[in-house]
C-alpha cells in the first residue's frame, strides 16, 4: 500500500503543524483504518449528529414486497427509497385533494396569474423555455407551472434534492438571460412563478 | 419531538458534490445514520472538537466524513467521500 496515503491507526498519525483545511484533506486523503475503527471508542451519544428520521417498523406480505423490491430493481433505487418515495408522493396528491396544501394551484390562483402574464410576451417565453435542456425545463415547468415542492420536484424526476435544487437554481438562470436577450427579463421568481403557471 | 441538529459546509456544496460525487443530502444520512460509526479525532484550531464519520446513506452509500461539531450543535461538514475498503469493512462488521 502506498506508505503516503496509509490508513491511520490512531489520531496521534495526524501531523500537529497542519492548518484545520490541511487536517481535514489528510484525513480525507488517508482515511482511517480498520482497527482505528473496531478499536476506538465511539462517540458518547450526545455527541452523535440527531436524526431527524426515526426508523419504524412495518410489516408487509412477502407478495408485496416482492413486487416492491422489482420496481426498485428496475429503477435502480433502493426499495426503501422507493416506499418513502411513494408515501411522499401519495400524501401530497392526498393533501391537496383535502385543501391542506397551500402551495397547489387552484382554479382562482391561476385567474390572477393569467391576468399578471398578459403583460408578458407568452411567445419569447415559450421560445426561451425551449431553448434549455429538457431536464432544466422539466424542472422549471413541474416547480412553477404545476406548483410542486421542490422535494416533489426531485421526486417525479428522480434525483437528490441538492440535484434538483442545482437544476432549479441554473434553469432560472438561463431563462433570465434567455429571456433579456429579448428584452423582458423576468425580475424575481414571483414574476417567473406568474407567467408560468398561466402558460 | 426530538430537536434536530443543524449541518453547514466547509467548502461550497457544489464542488464537493462534483469532487466526491456526494451531495449534501447524503452526507446528512450518512452523519445521521444509527449504526454510523463516530469516532473524536481531535479539535480544530478554536477548539472545537473533530470527528470521523463512516455511515451509509438511505440508499446504502457508504461515506467517509470529517466534521466539527460548533456552538449551539452545528455541524460543520468539512468533506465527503466514499468510504475506502478497510472503512466499509468495519462498518459493516459494526452493523451486522
Same mark, same amino acid.
Given at each position: 500500500m502506498n506508505q503516503q496515503t496509509k490508513p491511520i491507526? /490512531?489520531?496521534?498519525?495526524? +501531523? /500537529?503543524? &497542519? /492548518?484545520d483545511e490541511e487536517r481535514r484533506d489528510f484525513l480525507m486523503e488517508h482515511g482511517v483504518s480498520e482497527s482505528f475503527l473496531e478499536n476506538t471508542d465511539e462517540a458518547p451519544e450526545d455527541e452523535r449528529p440527531r436524526p431527524r428520521t426515526k426508523p419504524i417498523n412495518v410489516r408487509f406480505d412477502d407478495f408485496t414486497l416482492s413486487r416492491l423490491k422489482t420496481l426498485a430493481d428496475s429503477r435502480n433505487v433502493g426499495y426503501q427509497t422507493l416506499l418513502k418515495m411513494f408515501v411522499q408522493e401519495r400524501l401530497y396528491e392526498e393533501e391537496k385533494r383535502e385543501g391542506v396544501l397551500s402551495a397547489g394551484v387552484t382554479q382562482e390562483d391561476r385567474t390572477t396569474r393569467q391576468t399578471a402574464s398578459s403583460q408578458y410576451d407568452a411567445d419569447s417565453w415559450r421560445h426561451a423555455l425551449a431553448s434549455l435542456d429538457l431536464e432544466k425545463r422539466e424542472a422549471l415547468w413541474l416547480y412553477?407551472?404545476?406548483? &410542486?415542492l421542490l422535494e416533489d420536484v426531485s421526486i417525479r424526476l428522480g434525483l437528490s434534492l441538492g440535484a434538483a435544487h442545482r437544476l432549479l437554481k441554473s434553469g432560472i438562470q438561463e431563462l433570465k438571460e434567455e429571456l433579456r436577450e429579448s428584452g423582458? %427579463? +423576468? %425580475?424575481d421568481e414571483a414574476s417567473i412563478r406568474a407567467v408560468l403557471s398561466a402558460l | 419531538m426530538q430537536q434536530r441538529d443543524e449541518f453547514e459546509w466547509d467548502d461550497n456544496e457544489d464542488k464537493l458534490a462534483a469532487r466526491h460525487g456526494v451531495d449534501r443530502y447524503e452526507a446528512e444520512e450518512a452523519a445521521t445514520d444509527p449504526r454510523a460509526s463516530v469516532k473524536r479525532i481531535g479539535a480544530d484550531r478554536v477548539g472545537n472538537p473533530e470527528y470521523v464519520f463512516v455511515g451509509k446513506t438511505d440508499d446504502g452509500r457508504i461515506l467517509f466524513m470529517v466534521g466539527v461539531l460548533k456552538r449551539d450543535r452545528i455541524w460543520r461538514i468539512g468533506s465527503a467521500r466514499d468510504a475506502k475498503f478497510q472503512e466499509k469493512r468495519a462498518y459493516r462488521k459494526r452493523s451486522r
Open positions: 491507526d /490512531s489520531p496521534k498519525e495526524i +501531523p /500537529s503543524n &497542519l /492548518s412553477f407551472h404545476e406548483g &410542486l423582458a %427579463e +423576468p %425580475e | -
